[in-house]
């Protein structure tokens, strides 16, 4: 009996781990709630990653940001986190075909370090605007 009550706990426990991630390595500078800080130039994470991953250079981008690819995270919680992410704050905008990151893919975008990942963020909405999605970072 006690058993099975442990084995009903562990699932709900694991599954607070992606958060817990989120919130030492990414809230520092997304906030706990995801909303960012215009001032300082942190995007809100509220919809705009679910159009990033709408390209496949967005998509790289987003394992590339300074939180996901210099943490000390392995590949499955930053797969994990990214995840977690996209489903937590920008689930609305996810494309109906949505595949989750998954650990090997994540390690082959964090073994490329763009120089300078805003350059790369540039690129990225100049691209998503190509398609009609126009994101603008100063509007939350």
Request: proline fraction near 9%; hydrophobic fraction near 45%; glycine fraction near 4%.
């Amino acid at each position: 009996m006690m058993l099975a009550a442990l084995a009903v706990c562990l699932p709900a426990q694991a599954t607070d781990f992606p958060r817990q991630n989120y919130l030492l390595y990414c809230a520092g500078c997304h906030l706990p709630d995801g909303t960012g800080s215009a001032a300082n130039d942190v995007p809100t994470l509220h919809d705009i990653p679910g159009h990033f991953i709408k390209v496949p250079r967005g998509r790289e981008f987003l394992a590339q940001v300074p939180g996901i690819l210099y943490s000390p995270l392995t590949d499955v919680e930053a797969a994990e986190i990214l995840n977690w992410m996209l489903l937590q704050y920008s689930q609305p905008v996810l494309p109906a075909d949505f595949k989750p990151y998954t650990p090997e893919e994540v390690a082959r975008h964090r073994r490329i370090k763009p120089a300078d990942i805003m350059k790369v963020r540039t690129e990225v909405l100049a691209e998503l605007a190509t398609k009609g999605i126009v994101i603008d970072y100063t509007a939350h």
